[in-house]
Structures are given as structure tokens and as C-alpha cells.
């Protein structure tokens, strides 16, 4: 994977160096072409192991690896009223193998979703007018994994202050789902097909849509000190639990996940960043999130990124996060059979992470490896624990050509 990233990038680093260096025409006139802005190639390995999955009612493996690849490509022209015209094409895929969702059908070599590969791409259009100082943006988004297609389309528009040290802004996102309602192999109906390729028994497909709104104000306090407040208030609606997601109750008795057909989320941000001297960043963020579901959650965040050379730098972060459940969790077999709604997922239940790590970046002037349009390599690695026992490792790649 890694392999393959780095020789794309150099083939690139070489055709944009190149359309870089065109001659400019005779008459003097500027042409307002379409220009390569940024490339940018990250690669990520992820691992985890643990013992709550909720596929088999919050016991069993949550053993998942998933090797995502990204590719982002930045063009930009001018046109004749001077507006910049951004457009920003996404292309991410990741491949991924788990071994919980083996066991939504267990008397099978292989279940449907044992195995996945996602992709989703992106493209949007950004178009920035200095007169004004108002930029507009509009996105569309689309999403596929085996059991599960999405849709989504978004638009912004922000703000500047005359001395560029403000800027408001405003984005609204709806995103349309259809998930495939594979079931747990024991709890299908009659007549109620597994979902696999080779099944030609039908399922139920239902909906999942979301609408976010995005509030954001950033100001520049002083020279070493920026403030960025967000807050952005969601709301879902449709099948919102995950259909082979098995329940055990106090009685005995077994059944999938229900949950409630909306939910509405309200995170509220504050990122702040701080130069300290000309080496020295400190990037904090704290999140506040709370839902009508019951949840409430705290998010901290540090990295402090310092240069040892003017074109080396190391980033150590950790990121502190702890939640309440939602009201309709319970562990193991101990839910009550005759409330309505029921969870044994430990994402939404009640718990505590740690994730810590530490980045290292070269930017050298003449470019990585000496290609001048290589402008920089990173490598970030991550360890997380959760505290019901889950353990995972990242490891990421990224690759910037500007």
C-alpha cells in the first residue's frame, strides 16, 4: 500500500513540476488555466482488539484491521471578475476485515460483512471573491460498503473581516443512507434471505438521513493566539440501529438491537492555538456533546507540533474522551424484556479512551528527496485504549505535492 503511494506521488511530483515551469504567452496576457493547487496521498493502518462486540450482544472478539488509501487533488483558476474558483476532488477507499461480523451468521465459512471494501468520494466547489470577502462552497458525496449506500450534499458560505482576522461562517449537510437489514442467522423470519451475494432471497433496505448545521466563528486574538468556537447541532432519522446487533435479556430470551427512530446530537467546540516563539505550536481543542438519547460526552485534545530543524518537526498529541451511555444500554444479559429500546453497543454505552501518539514531518526547501514539488513527507502513529479493554495501533503516511 505504502509502496504504491509513494510511486504515484513521484510520478505526479514530476507532471506537476512540469505544468509549473509553462512559458508565459508573448502578448504578456495571464492565462487563467486550471491549476494544480495541492496533492495530498495518505495511507493508514489500523488494528484493534477487544472483547465487547456488540454483533454478539457486547461479548465476543471486536478484532477488526482496515487499510484505508486517500487521494486528494486541489485545482484552483481565477476568473475574469477575479473570484478564485477551488475544486477539491476526494477519493478514499479502505478494505477492512472483521471478525465479529463473522458472527452475524456463524454456521457459515464466511459471512457477508466478514470482509468489506468501503469507498467514498468526494468533490467540492469553492468559489472565493476578494471584493467581498465572502466564499461559497458546495459539496456532494457518495458512500458504498456491502451493506450500505450514501449519498450526501453540503454547501457553506463564509465571512472575512476586512483585516482578515474574523470569519464567520455557516454550513448545512444532509446526507441520505439506505442500509441493507442483514439479520442475525437465528432471528430471521421465514422466507427472510442472509444478504449474501449468492442469497437470492430478499431483505429489507431502510433508510438512515441526516442534517447538520455547522455555526463557526475564528478570530485572530494577537499574533500568537487564534480562537476558533463551532458549534454544530445534527439530527437523525430513520433505521438508526444496526440490524444484526444481537440483544440478551434478563429472561433468556434473544433479540436485534432496537433503537429510536430519531435522534437529535448537539456538539458545542473550542479550538485554540498558540505560537510559542518561532518552534513551538500548542493546538488544543475541547468538545462539549450532549443528545436526547441520554448521552453526554467530553473530548480534550493537545498537540504540540516543535521543529527541531526549519524543515524537520515532531508532533506528540494525546487526546483524552469520556461519555455516559445512552439510556437503553445495558450489558451482557441484562436487559429487561419489556422496555421498547435496547443496546449492548459499547460505542454508545458508557466509557473512557486514550489516544497518544506522536507525528514526524520533513519539508525541506528543495523538496523530499530532492523532487521540489514533493513539499512534504509525514509519519503519525497512534495507540488507543478504551477502558472496557479494547486496544488498537495506527500508522499513517501522508504525502503532500503543492
Avoid: C
Avoid at 362 to 374: C, D, E, L
Amino acid at each position: 500500500m505504502k509502496k504504491f503511494t509513494l510511486t504515484v506521488a513521484l510520478l505526479l511530483a514530476g507532471l506537476v513540476s512540469r505544468a509549473q515551469t509553462q512559458p508565459a504567452t508573448e502578448t504578456g496576457y495571464e492565462a487563467r488555466q486550471l491549476k494544480v493547487e495541492e496533492i495530498n496521498f495518505v495511507s493508514n493502518y489500523y488494528h484493534q482488539e477487544g472483547n465487547n462486540s456488540a454483533v454478539t450482544g457486547g461479548i465476543g472478539t471486536e478484532k477488526l484491521t482496515n487499510y484505508a488509501n486517500s487521494f486528494d487533488l486541489v485545482l484552483s483558476k481565477t476568473d475574469r471578475f477575479n473570484r478564485l474558483h477551488t475544486f477539491s476532488i476526494d477519493a478514499n477507499i479502505d478494505y477492512y476485515t472483521s471478525a465479529s461480523s463473522d458472527k452475524i451468521d456463524p454456521l457459515t465459512i464466511s459471512s457477508a460483512s466478514k470482509s468489506d471494501i468501503h469507498f467514498y468520494p468526494s468533490l467540492t466547489w469553492r468559489v472565493t471573491d476578494p471584493s467581498t470577502r465572502i466564499s461559497k462552497s458546495i459539496g456532494y458525496s457518495y458512500s458504498r460498503e456491502y451493506d450500505y449506500r450514501s449519498h450526501g450534499f453540503t454547501a457553506q458560505i463564509a465571512k472575512t473581516s476586512a483585516d482578515n482576522n474574523r470569519e464567520i461562517s455557516v454550513r448545512g449537510s444532509a446526507f441520505f443512507d439506505t442500509w441493507k437489514a442483514i439479520l442475525p442467522s437465528e432471528l430471521r423470519p421465514a422466507n427472510y434471505g442472509s444478504g449474501a451475494e449468492n442469497d437470492r432471497v430478499g431483505v429489507d433496505y431502510k433508510p438512515r438521513n441526516s442534517f447538520n448545521l455547522a455555526l463557526s466563528l475564528s478570530q485572530v486574538v494577537n499574533k500568537r493566539l487564534q480562537l476558533l468556537v463551532i458549534l454544530e447541532p445534527s439530527l437523525q432519522q430513520g433505521l438508526l440501529s444496526t440490524p444484526f446487533h444481537r440483544i440478551y435479556f434478563t429472561d433468556g430470551s434473544e433479540r436485534v438491537e432496537r433503537l429510536p427512530g430519531t435522534r437529535l446530537k448537539l456538539p458545542v467546540g473550542l479550538r485554540a492555538n498558540y505560537f510559542y516563539g518561532d518552534r513551538i505550536i500548542v493546538r488544543s481543542f475541547y468538545r462539549f456533546y450532549v443528545d436526547d438519547w441520554g448521552m453526554k460526552a467530553h473530548t480534550a485534545n493537545l498537540e504540540v507540533p516543535v521543529k527541531l530543524t526549519p524543515f524537520l518537526s515532531v508532533s506528540p498529541f494525546y487526546r483524552f474522551h469520556t461519555q455516559t451511555a445512552v439510556s437503553f444500554f445495558r450489558p451482557y444479559g441484562q436487559h429487561d424484556p419489556t422496555l421498547v429500546y435496547h443496546t449492548s453497543d459499547y460505542d454508545i454505552g458508557n466509557i473512557t479512551t486514550h489516544f497518544v501518539g506522536s507525528g514526524i514531518r520533513m519539508a525541506p526547501p528543495g523538496g523530499v528527496f530532492g523532487i521540489r514539488a514533493w513539499n512534504a513527507l509525514e509519519l503519525r502513529y497512534g495507540h488507543y485504549v478504551r477502558s472496557t479493554g479494547m486496544v488498537a495501533n495506527s500508522l499513517t503516511l501522508l504525502v503532500k505535492v503543492k
